[in-house]
């Protein structure tokens, strides 16, 4: 993915806990086994379809973000067949790891990545929180059917989001990119968003080097995982200086959900 041009100002903290990208998936979740085994018939289905929106909107209303009306068909388009055997892996081929040989600690993990097309937003919300929540409910309705080709498209891991940093990495800047990786059968030949703020970009092949880490994502957990992995590699000043990827992996209501930071290598 290439990010688009962000501020040089320093993002805004506004000290409200806002709703994220793991709060979106896991209401889902959450509401999933009751929306699709109901037995109450059609009349009870309806009933559900509307809790699960009323669910949602209750959510967000509680975390200062406003879930609108236009998202209530993909909630339950996600709701329906965000099954986890179903979600397809972003494609990869390890290139080796290294650990801290002492406590047999992995540091990091070195990978290879082709080329590949994904869809894109980029939002520059005061907060991360607050940008990853409205670039994420716009590749929903992407995924569910707000495409050219009609169809649910199918969930993809990791989604990654593109953030930057100041020079000395201690804050991130506003201009956030959410990105969901076209599963490979639709690489070839892209469904088209209906949304233009949706950007199908083809990123290059590219080196990894990556360290899963287990939590909550935020903007003082992913500062301090890219400190953390700055200090362990051995020519950081091989990488991208201001740039980094977050990868988020696991269902959000696990209490430890699995999440890696990406250093992007310099071509």
């Not at 506003?174 to 599963?183: L, M, N, R, S």
């Not at 990868?247 to 310099?266: C, K, L, T, V």
Request: aromatic share 8%.
């Amino acid at each position: 993915m290439e990010c688009q041009s962000h501020s040089a100002e320093t993002g805004i903290r506004s000290g409200r806990h806002l709703i994220s990208l793991e709060d979106l998936d896991s209401m889902t979740e959450n509401m999933d086994t009751e929306l699709v085994h109901s037995d109450n018939g059609e009349e009870g289905n309806d009933q559900d379809e509307s809790e699960l929106f009323t669910y949602w909107r209750d959510v967000g209303r509680r975390h200062l973000v406003d879930v609108p009306r236009d998202m209530e068909e993909p909630i339950q388009q996600m709701a329906r067949n965000n099954q986890s055997q179903d979600r397809q892996p972003v494609p990869f081929t390890s290139l080796g790891h290294k650990t801290r040989q002492q406590v047999d600690e992995p540091m990091y993990e070195k990978r290879q990545y082709e080329k590949a097309k994904w869809a894109c937003v980029t939002q520059n919300e005061p907060g991360y929180e607050q940008s990853i929540c409205k670039g994420f409910m716009k590749l929903m309705k992407y995924i569910c059917q707000q495409n050219s080709t009609g169809l649910f498209l199918g969930m993809t891991l990791p989604i990654v989001t593109i953030v930057h940093t100041n020079q000395n990495r201690s804050e991130l800047l506003p201009g956030v990119t959410t990105a969901y990786y076209i599963p490979t059968h639709f690489q070839h030949q892209v469904p088209q968003p209906f949304d233009v703020d949706i950007v199908i970009d083809e990123s290059p092949a590219r080196i990894i080097y990556t360290r899963s880490f287990n939590g909550i994502t935020n903007e003082d957990s992913i500062l301090q995982e890219i400190n953390r992995l700055a200090e362990d590699l051995d020519s950081p000043e091989l990488f991208l200086q201001d740039t980094f990827i977050v990868a988020g992996y696991s269902n959000p209501a696990e209490p430890n959900r699995r999440n890696e930071i990406w250093f992007i290598q310099r071509p």
